[in-house]
């Protein structure tokens, strides 16, 4: 299949990269919003905010999700089984791990910690790519991840 590319100038732009780069500026505008809506206090950014989540301008590989391993955990395994994706569970010493693959047969593992914050619980999800990474792949289920309130 040929993309279709457009000329700007003496730059021609095929139009499969003028997607993925903006695709790239919308999200790091997107986590640079989430970023500084966080800094009303704390150590962190995201110790005041409110959004169950926030991938760490560092990583985007990482999370903290609001709620206690379990819960996350649950929901962990019921975002990947949406997905269509088939997973292995195990748990050691307060630590999640839930391996699987993704379609293209990319095999990963999440790992899944918990924290608590002045009495609220927390879970770091860490995507850990066993073979070459797929980012994309790897943000969305991420973000996917959510306890429902009043868990």
């Known amino acids: 299949m040929v993309r279709p590319s457009f000329r700007a100038g003496n730059l021609t732009v095929s139009e499969g990269s ?31 905010f ?16 609001a709620g206690s391993l379990d819960d996350v955990s649950l929901a962990a395994q019921t975002t990947l089984r949406r997905a269509n994706l088939q997973i292995q569970v195990t748990q050691d ?22 924290e608590k914050k002045d009495l609220l619980p927390y879970t770091h999800v860490r995507m850990q790519w066993n073979d070459s990474a797929e980012d994309e792949t790897g943000f969305a ?5 959510e306890v429902s309130p009043g868990k």
Not at 40 to 47: E, F, I, L, S
Not at 141 to 145: F, H, K
């Open 18 to 48: 003028a997607v993925a780069k903006a695709r790239q500026l919308i999200c790091a505008a997107g986590v640079l919003c989430l970023g500084l809506a966080g800094c009303a206090g704390g150590d962190r950014p995201w110790d005041n």
């Open 93 to 114: 010493d307060g630590v999640v791990r839930i391996a699987s693959a993704t379609r293209s047969g990319r095999s990963f593992t999440l790992i899944l910690t918990e």
């Open 141 to 145: 289920l991420l973000s996917q991840i």
């Open 50 to 65: 409110s959004v169950g989540f926030l991938a760490t301008p560092q990583n985007s590989r990482e999370r903290a999700v």
